[in-house]
């Protein structure tokens, strides 16, 4: 079965970083999009970066452009977020998120059950 595995987060002072790592297993990696969205207390899950299959064309949020990267390794079946510049607002626990299609040729959406980061003043 489709499993996402999140690892990374921690506490950190604001202008330090971080990197988050996911490890995807049970579907054809290489073939799907990954992203990493956001959940702060009391907000919406909101998307932070998204990588395409083929690893060109990244988006990103407006608020973390410039400071996070996100990355891709198919032959470790992991997506990485690099988080430099950190700020307090960055706060919330990070998830990583695909889309595919199963052998009933339906697309399923998946979560991991995310890490939390935590940055001080």
């Known amino acids: 079965q489709v499993q996402l595995v999140e690892s990374g987060g921690g506490l950190v002072q604001a202008g330090g970083s971080l990197r988050l790592s996911c490890v995807a297993s049970g579907f054809t990696f290489s073939s799907y999009d990954m992203s990493w969205y956001r959940q702060a207390p009391g907000k919406e899950r909101e998307l932070v970066a998204r990588i395409p299959y083929t690893g060109a064309n990244t988006v990103y949020a407006h608020s973390v452009t410039g400071r996070f990267t996100i990355s891709r390794d198919n032959a470790k079946n992991t997506v990485y977020l690099q988080m430099n510049s950190l700020k307090p607002e960055d706060t919330a626990v990070y998830y990583c998120?695909?889309?595919?299609?199963?052998?009933?040729?339906?697309?399923?959406?998946?979560w991991g059950r995310g890490t939390q980061v935590t940055v001080s003043s």
């Open positions: 998120n695909t889309a595919v299609v199963l052998s009933d040729q339906r697309w399923y959406n998946y």
